[in-house]
């Protein structure tokens, strides 16, 4: 393995925990500062920090099944790792960031939700748009990451 390739994957470790401990510390956070349900306005009728306690997944569907949800995290962080590990050839060397980084993103935010589950029985959310359910940075990180899969899927002869 090339040096580059050696200190891009150093940087993309410690970029991924980067992101796992800033979500982390957003959440402790509005934790230390709300109680559940509290709502502060940012920017009001837009943005409003709320703190919920989310027993579910996406959309509080499957509420209180927190640890088949924690079993469902692991396995899928497991896949990411060895997604992430195995060599995957690409047309383009763009296609690879794209492929990397977004595999990258989607396993820090199953990361910071795994934590929460594991740690406090449920996931922190506190993000309120007013017209969407509420949510974290985790799940920011799972959507762009997703969001860039997609793309890669998307593209016609991306894989070699």
């Known amino acids: 393995m090339a040096v580059k390739d ?32 509290e709502s502060i306005p940012v920017i ?19 509420r209180h099944k927190n640890w088949i949800l924690a079993y469902i995290s692991i396995a899928a962080i497991v896949l990411i790792l060895w997604l992430l590990i195995r060599r995957t050839e690409f047309h383009r060397p763009l296609h690879l960031h794209i492929w990397r ?42 959507t762009c990451g997703a969001a860039g899969l997609v793309y890669l899927l998307c593209r016609k002869h991306t894989f070699a």
């Open 44 to 62: 009001p009728n837009i943005l409003h920090i709320t703190l919920v306690y989310n027993t579910g997944s996406a959309f509080g569907l499957f």
């Open 101 to 142: 980084y977004s595999l990258l993103l989607v396993l820090s935010g199953a990361t910071g939700n795994l934590i929460d589950r594991v740690r406090w029985g449920y996931v922190v959310d506190f993000l309120d748009f007013r017209v969407w359910p509420v949510f974290n940075l985790a799940d920011s990180l799972i």
């Open 6 to 37: 050696v200190a891009a994957a150093v940087f993309q470790v410690w970029f991924g925990v980067a992101l796992v401990f800033f979500d982390q510390i957003a959440k402790l956070a509005v934790l230390k500062r709300l109680h559940q349900n």
